[in-house]
């Protein structure tokens, strides 16, 4: 007998880690001498977190991992696949996954699946679906999968700088999970475009062609939604459902959010896409009255049309309030960060409404990363939403998301350039001492105490009780006895199913 699905693959955790300071985009655009309104309504961003010398890719992934494990009292040893999504390259040959294994030693788990996965903000979705695709492949061994998405945006000075951030997010992937993955439902586009890359290997500062990343990124859109659009008609045409997929059959859309104003024409884009595969749009009343002078554009020559990104922005913007806007929370105030962003997006969905409110709901998610990849995708919410349901630790995980924000510290914009300066002057040095404050960070916080003359990077953490730092040899001894036993033991080896087995078909996969 074939073996079963493992049932409703997913996000089982998450925890989001951003920077302990940030600027205020308001007075960015006063000490860059634009006009009022530019950064925060043009671009809709209100803050930019940032991070001094003392923190790199590695501490950020250091940090979130950490927490994730305090905060869901996981072993180390129920750990069996770690992949790290980012493009903030510190070595060309060692992985910042291997940087991670650190927290592993104490626990003795070295079985670790996974590297690191690459393509600009497209990495954390290709980590997420390597750990999904494990959990349901003949590898799996009963563990849970940990996916890390982390990045630290930075530009060099100009009108890209104020779309920059920096954070990382963990997820923790397994069967049973509140957050599950719609099985056969992705939509994915690829395509070879300069839209942004970074070709300087001494420089953290990308090159960017702004007007070919926002068309790459609205192309890939309108060809991601036609083929996850065609492939759930298809499954529903199996079901002996005859109906066509638009906007109301999800619940939330996330995007991937390089800023917030170009979420909400995203979200426009598809409201168009809805509007011209109608076969007959009610025009005189419901969200497409008034738009019949729209009916026969083409939908290739509408990326840069004011004239529709306004009728369709306006068509749109309820749908925009109920399905989008509680996405935006840390893109709004962090920034861009990179691969983690659009599950920024998503956690901050789920911190903003209580369980009921989520249980059954279809999320959209669609990412992006420049060069180009995209996908998008749907997730189920489960429908248990009890009180200490699954559902409801992760909401509850989460819940304190705005109160972490509004803790961080505010700092002119004139420091933010000098931190900018320094780091583009030291980000590659060897035999360096950051100079960064370390009283800065967030209690817990990882950070880089020297790299030596080897270019080797030596990191401590931030102590939780804000008394001295904790020395990476120490800290993983100082938790261990706050950790639950492994759920390995009773989590099975073999995935099993009370109502039989679901036998496996690649044509649902």
Known sequence: MRAAWPKDVGIIAMEVYFPSQYVEQAELEEFDGVGAGKYTVGLGQARMGFCSDREDIGSLCLTVVQRLMERSGLSYESVGRLEVGTETIIDKSKSTKTVLMQLFEESGNTDVEGVD???????????????LNWVESSSWDGRYA?????????????????????????????????LA???GLRGTHMQHAYDFYKPDMVSEYPVVDGKLSIQCYLSALDRCYSVYRNKIHAQWQREGLEKHCSLEDFGFMVFHSPYCKLVQKSLARLMLNDFLCHPSPDTQSGPFSGLEAFRDVKIEDTYFDRDVEKAFMKASSEAFESKTKASLLISNQNGNMYTPSVYGCLASVLAQHAPQQLAGQRIGVFSYGSGFAATLYSIKVTQDATPGSALDKLVSSLCDLQARLDSRKKVSPDVFAQNMKLREET???????????????????????????????????????????????????????????????????????????????????
């Open 427 to 509: 980000h590659h040095l060897a035999n360096y001492i950051p100079q960064g404050s370390v009283e800065e960070l967030f209690p817990g916080t990882w950070y880089l105490t020297r790299v030596d003359e080897k270019h080797r990077r030596q990191y401590a953490r931030r102590s939780m009780s804000d008394d001295r730092p904790l020395e990476a040899g120490l800290i993983t001894s100082c938790i261990a006895a706050e950790h639950i036993p492994s759920p390995l033991k009773k989590m099975p080896r073999i995935p099993t199913t009370t109502a039989g087995p679901e036998v496996i078909s690649n044509g649902d996969h």
């Open 181 to 183: 993955f719609e099985r």
């Open 146 to 178: 940990l996916v890390v998405a982390g990045d630290i945006a930075v530009y060099a000075t100009g009108s890209a700088r104020p779309t920059g951030g920096a954070g990382a997010v963990a997820m923790l992937v397994g069967p049973n999970a509140p």
């Open 117 to 131: 996965t690459t393509n600009a903000c497209y990495g954390g979705t290709a980590a997420l679906f390597n750990a």
